[in-house]
């Protein structure tokens, strides 16, 4: 029964993970730079909510790295595309304040 409950649960995560990186790369591409940090700080408390709550019926360290670790991965996902799309978007304002400056000469 379990094995059946993961078979249905876990797609369904994926689709939704997957989902957030699309919602998060048009938050990415908005002149206001907060609501694209949305995602990554979400992600990033809930890796630290599930890491110490491992901790709890473990009580070992290396399994709160570990766990906080894998469960950190969306959030760093998310930040690169945050990154990225913010880095290229400074580009091609840069490239259109120097086609503006020339066109001022």
């Known amino acids: 029964m379990t094995n059946?409950?993961?078979l249905i649960v876990l797609p369904i995560l994926l689709i939704?993970?997957?989902?957030t990186f699309f919602i998060q790369f048009r938050l990415a591409k908005q002149k206001?730079?907060?609501p694209g940090l949305i995602f990554p700080i979400f992600f990033t408390l809930i890796a630290a909510f599930l890491a110490f709550g491992?901790?709890?019926y473990t009580g070992d360290i290396i399994s709160l790295l570990l766990t906080f670790v894998v469960y950190l991965?969306?959030?760093i996902i998310h930040l690169l595309i945050y990154v990225i799309v913010r880095s290229n978007q400074h580009f091609k304002n840069q490239q259109e304040i120097d086609k503006m400056?020339?066109?001022d000469l």
């Open 4 to 6: 059946l409950r993961a």
């Open 16 to 19: 939704l993970l997957i989902v």
């Open 32 to 34: 206001n730079k907060w």
């Open 54 to 56: 491992a901790t709890i």
């Open 73 to 75: 991965i969306p959030a």
């Open 101 to 103: 400056k020339l066109q």
